[in-house]
């Protein structure tokens, strides 16, 4: 199971000094670079785009740009998570929940682009699963390749913050992406290759489960 270190708990004061929060961003082994690679997936369309470019902000430094960014991110995340229920919206609460948490520590500075990128990372793997669950329940694959493409990719994007137990995760996902690769070519091809393409994703959202 994936972890966001040095969390307060939820609905409560941060009572984190700096010092530990410091501590707890030294030890992560999420640098801001790999928070940026796990982040850069998401397009302005989508709800958590916002919360890349919390990331974003705070690596340059715009504490006032990131806070403002996340918390118009997670209002987003949120707000789709209940408008478009998928069986990983509790998993999507439940990570929006730490990213409160963090908010009142990024204009505090006691908060590090690393510990947020892996809370956004996070965030990002449970929402984007969420929404291609929705897309493969809504009937059939077909004329879905590109939507699919831009979910699954942002899915492996995100797996960077698991470390080395997102590999297998990045496998599963280059297989469906091979899959999906089929569906835009129509015809006979794409409706024979649907079933296995949504077993394909199917395996890529089990594992999504089971490392949030």
């Known amino acids: 199971m994936a972890q966001v270190p040095a969390l307060p708990g939820a609905g409560t004061a941060p009572t984190t000094s700096p010092t530990s929060v410091r501590g707890a961003i030294q030890d992560t082994a999420i640098t801001p670079s790999t928070a940026q690679t796990g982040a850069a997936a998401s397009t302005d369309s989508l709800p958590d785009a916002q919360l890349d470019k919390a990331v974003a902000a705070l690596e340059k430094g715009d504490k006032?740009?990131?806070?403002?960014?996340?918390?118009?991110?997670?209002?987003a995340v949120e707000a789709e998570a209940q408008q478009k229920p998928s069986s990983f919206k509790d998993k999507i609460l439940s990570q929006v929940g730490k990213l409160k948490t963090l908010l009142p520590l990024i204009t505090g500075g006691g908060l590090g682009a690393g510990v947020l990128g892996?809370?956004?990372g996070l965030t990002k793997l449970a929402s984007g699963a969420g929404r291609i669950e929705n897309l493969v329940s809504a009937?059939?694959?077909i004329g879905k390749a590109s939507q699919l493409s831009s979910g699954l990719s942002g899915l492996g994007s995100a797996m960077?913050?698991?470390?080395?137990?997102?590999?297998?995760?990045?496998?599963?996902?280059?297989?469906?992406?091979?899959?999906v690769s089929k569906l835009g070519q129509g015809g006979p091809l794409a409706k024979a290759a649907e079933p296995a393409v949504k077993s394909q994703i199917g395996s890529v959202l089990n594992f999504v489960k089971g490392a949030l």
Do not use: F, N
Request: hydrophobic fraction near 40%; charged fraction near 5%.
């Open 64 to 75: 006032a740009a990131s806070a403002q960014a996340l918390q118009t991110g997670i209002a």
């Open 118 to 120: 892996k809370a956004v």
């Open 139 to 141: 009937g059939s694959l």
């Open 160 to 179: 960077s913050v698991l470390g080395g137990g997102g590999s297998t995760g990045k496998s599963l996902v280059s297989t469906a992406l091979s899959g």
